[in-house]
């Protein structure tokens, strides 16, 4: 009996001791004393396209954040190969258009072809016999929810570059394996690639492990040809080629002529834009969506959509759960700033979530201060940096000469932010007397604290405005 005690001891200490020390290692991964505005660490090139990767394991805010960021270039006719990951992700597309799918297993083959007869037909824009589940159009401005372990595809059917900025929410509750990001191709020799050109740039951690991803061959590549020629009912070449050994063209490839698939015609600009916001406005409230039909896609970009907007500072519109009710399973959201010359966004910070800010266009002044009143940050931010604002840091932004633009992704399906000033503030919600003795100021000035600005998030700066009109303060 007194052996059985002390094991039940034991056990119970030994898992507390490995609760501990994960709360400590949690703990340390968040003692930030710099924050810094990232550059892209590493490149990887592939035939038609390139990757960037941000060093998520050598930043401290990263990691801080459980998440990693990289960007996709996607040359016109280039293909990023169908792949999965082990954690959730967002994908928001900067610049350009194509095509995409996301496969998701058990769901039905909806879009569907058979071969047509007459001769008259095929002269036409022919299809054989084919079945895919659902493909979608993107354009810039989009918001992509991916769950971990769905396979995906982009391509490049437009007639520009297309680029998308990609966060991988690594510390997810769906990611059970490490924080670091890990992608399963389902195509190509990614990492013949990397052998061939030597674009990655390793570094050593902190831990002593490699500092980047590095990418690995597909899934296939594995299985032998015997078993493989087997559960396809294909022949032992055709096997080899699923496995990709001798492919060197990297995970983004050129198609060799224009990629022809089954999806209705493209709905005109005004039809499209109607039907987003018939959903926008309540028509749709995803209570009707089901696995295989959740909307997966919101456009962030369209001025009407805005959440908040002031004509002489600029707009915000936000996406989470409540508009792609998808995002309550991913546990993320995001947000697309709009900020004029000199316009600026109040001092807030994010009751539930990281944040994780992307830099669109235009540059910005940041400031973020920790719990201790230190400005980890101090400095710009300028187009195609990322800036990481850890949970109740407090940040304020502002636009420079050209403004700025941004997009936010946040690790809260319904990321919430507490402001600083402004007519929906925490000063605001102050009685005066309050003000007036925590900042041992007069009641006149507390009053003045309390309401001087009228707008609730978003300020005019000093200046005339980008109408041309004087603003006031």
Known sequence: MGKLISLSVLSFLLLFGFSFSSQQQQQRECQINNIDAREPSYTVTAEGG???????????????????????????????????HNAPVLVYVTRGKGTYGIMTS???????????????ERSQQRFRDDRHQKVEELKQGDIIAINAGEPHWVYNDGDQELVLVVLHHNSNNANQLDQNPRSFFLAGNPDNQQEKQQQYRFRESRHGQEGGQKELGNVFRGFDDQTLAEVFGVDQETARKLRGENDERGHIVTAERSIQMIQPPRRSQEYGRREEEERYH???????????????????????????????????????????????????????????KNAIMSPYWFVNAHSVIYATRGES???IVDHRGKAVFDGQVREGQVLVVPQNFAVVKRAGEEGFEWVAFNTNENAMINTLSGRTSAIRALPVDVVANAYQVSREEAERLKFSRQETVLFAGSGRSPRGRVASA
């Open 282 to 340: 309540g028509r749709d409230n995803g209570l009707e969506e089901t696995l295989c039909t959740a909307k997966v896609r919101e456009n962030l970009d369209r001025p009407s959509r805005a959440d908040v907007y002031n004509p002489r500072a600029g707009r915000l519109s936000t996406v989470n759960s409540f508009t792609l009710p998808i995002l309550s399973f991913l546990q993320l959201s995001a947000s697309r700033g709009v900020l004029y």
């Open 50 to 84: 390139e990757t960037e990767f941000w060093d998520h394991q050598n930043y401290d805010e990263f990691q801080c954040a459980g998440v990693s960021v990289r960007r996709h270039r996607i040359n016109q006719r280039g293909l990023l190969l169908p792949v999965y």
């Open 365 to 367: 002044r940041v400031q």
């Open 106 to 120: 058990g769901c039905p083959e909806t879009f569907e072809s058979s071969q047509r007869s007459s001769e008259g």
